[in-house]
């Protein structure tokens, strides 16, 4: 069994609890919380289980990284903290231990990431002999392993489009929601997310390793945007109000340009109600959120991802997938030499193992 820690237990933090509790090859040795409140409670209550697990939270990860763990699920947000998000990380690469993680973007692609991340990362590795892994979902496989897997089935691929359509409102996190993407804020207000290179640094790096995966020339990346604002208020169950004349969606595309035109995208479409921009597009059921990939090519090919966790939620569904998919490939970086990977580099594997096992 391999020992594990999970580093922070917020939105990811819960699912990753629960990811390594059922992995057949891992075992739950420590959970770090930041919050005072959360000290001396038991992992399987907050990672939402019905049952105990025998392992208290505690706040002193110096303690706990000393201990040599042999890998740590890096589950706090890197949003509004990537300094000491990149912080954190790097200590426990630096400690000898294998660290997955969706906090630092610019990581995703870790040959175009600017030295003020990769530099410490590689400075860790050759300290303590970690290593790391970065991704998410969007972005994250939905604009890697999925859109490149699904390329392959295609006779000609004339271009690839990756959308996120979500409605943010089941996303229980009002920093994001509120400052970042800017829901409910005035609409001369520009938020951090659609100022200008902000797109290209968080989704960029996808867009360069479909790129090397499918071995064409990018000569450029691109981003559009758009917003519209609430015609009437709404009131969400998560963040409370959101006034009409305010932000409430917004659209955008990251395009990678081959040959003079945008052949690799990645959208977002976000809503804060499904009321706002209704001419945009939506998931096909018509719920709270899809991720899409759509191959224009011969044959046309278009799968949509649905992932519902935590009471039928979306936004807890698709960190699950993300969690999901870094807690699969522990076992994986384990075997393999200290360094710094992609998502071109770890296997999406089958559940091996999983298949008929209790769920936690």
């Known amino acids: 069994m391999i020992p594990t820690v999970v580093w922070g237990t917020g939105n990811v933090g819960r699912a990753a609890i629960r990811a390594v509790e059922a992995h057949p090859a891992l075992e739950l040795t420590a959970v770090i919380v930041h919050n005072p409140a959360k000290v001396g409670r038991d992992a399987g209550e907050l990672g939402g289980l019905d049952r105990r697990l025998g392992v208290a939270a505690t706040d002193d990860a110096g303690a706990v990284l000393a201990a040599r763990p ?10 509004v903290r990537p300094d000491d998000a990149l912080a954190d990380i790097t200590r426990a690469v630096a400690a000898g231990a294998v660290v997955v993680s969706p906090a630092l973007y610019p990581l995703y692609d870790h040959r175009g990431a600017p030295p003020e991340f990769r530099d410490p990362v590689l400075a860790a590795i050759a300290e303590g002999g970690g290593s790391l892994f970065a991704s998410g979902v969007d972005p994250g496989w939905g604009n890697d392993v999925l859109p490149l897997l699904l390329s392959g089935l295609g006779t000609t691929v004339d271009a690839i489009r990756c959308q996120e359509v979500f409605d943010y409102s089941t996303y229980d996190q009002p920093d994001s929601v509120r400052d970042l993407v800017g829901m409910g804020r005035p609409m001369d207000h520009l938020p ?3 100022m200008p290179s902000v797109p290209t640094m968080v989704w960029g790096g996808q867009i360069r390793m479909m790129a090397r995966a499918l071995g064409v020339e990018l000569e450029d990346i691109r981003e559009t945007s758009d917003r519209r604002a609430l015609d009437t208020t709404v009131t969400t169950p998560t ?9 409430g969606a917004i659209r955008f595309e990251v395009q990678g340009i081959v040959a003079g035109e945008p052949r690799i995208v990645i959208e977002h479409v976000t809503r804060i109600h499904a009321s706002c921009a209704p001419d945009w ?9 899809a991720h899409r990939v759509v191959i224009e090519g011969r044959p046309r090919i278009e799968v949509t991802v649905e992932a519902t966790d935590e009471g039928e939620n979306r936004s807890a569904g698709g960190n699950a997938t993300a969690v ?18 992609d998502a071109l580099d770890v296997p999406l594997r089958p559940a091996v193992g999983k298949l008929g096992r209790k769920q936690p």
């Not at 042999?70 to 949003?79: E, I, L, N, P, Q």
């Open 192 to 194: 951090m997310m659609l």
């Open 70 to 79: 042999a890998a740590v699920v890096y589950a706090a947000s890197g949003d």
């Open 239 to 247: 963040m409370g109000e959101f006034e009409a004349g305010t932000q």
């Open 281 to 289: 597009p939506s998931p096909p059921d018509g719920g709270a959120g």
């Open 324 to 341: 999901g998919r870094l807690v699969g490939a522990i076992d994986w970086l384990v075997e393999a030499e200290p360094g710094l990977y």
